[in-house]
């Protein structure tokens, strides 16, 4: 090879190396790397694409319930298994219709393009089943908060987090193991 198209090249193949990765960086910088679920900032961006583009989607909000009880009887190995088993849970029941994404300790998050379309029941089920963890049954349980984005005046992604939130802490008070929608 030509000694100045070399010296040409050179820089450019480094950059493109350093452009690849930064770029894997910055995927996994997005994705949890316990569960592999979306982080905030991953999750948000594909929350607020969905909402510009789905007048009928809904924002959940996922807490578990005794979350700490089960990490300090069974260990935090159990509880990653929990927290793995809730996101295979979450992933499975959004399917092509949303996307979820783990907020951090015990919290996650949905996102769905039509609440109508999805079962609340069905996940409610999948989210309260309990795990099975090294042949013992670990009791999982959750609340959710359901804020449906036509109900808002503004359908703002921040605006429905937070009334998610407040309805999944109504979950909470009302004894666990639910869901709440905002009203």
């Not at 894997?24 to 949890?32: I, P």
């Not at 919290?107 to 963890?133: C, K």
Request: net charge positive; hydrophobic share 45%; with cysteine.
């Amino acid at each position: 090879m030509d000694p100045q198209i070399a010296v040409t090249l050179l820089p450019l193949l480094g950059w493109a190396l350093h452009g690849g990765i930064l770029t894997r960086r910055l995927a996994s910088a997005r994705r949890d790397p316990l569960t592999g679920l979306h982080t905030r900032a991953g999750w948000t961006t594909r929350a607020e694409r969905l909402i510009r583009r789905h007048s009928t989607a809904a924002v959940l909000l996922v807490d578990l319930d005794h979350f700490k009880t089960l990490n300090d009887t069974h260990g935090h190995a159990a509880g990653d298994a929990a927290l793995v088993a809730t996101a295979d849970r979450l992933r499975a029941w959004c399917g092509r219709n949303g996307t979820a994404g783990r907020l951090g300790g015990d919290e996650f998050v949905i996102v769905v393009q039509d609440l109508a379309a999805a079962d609340l029941d069905a996940l409610t089920a999948a989210l309260n089943r309990p795990l099975s963890y090294l042949g013992t049954p670990l009791p999982l349980a959750a609340s959710v908060g359901v804020c449906r984005l036509a109900e808002l005046p503004v359908p703002l992604l921040t605006d429905a987090l937070a009334t998610a939130d407040t309805a999944m802490y109504a979950a909470k008070g009302r004894g666990r193991r639910g869901f709440r929608a905002s009203h």
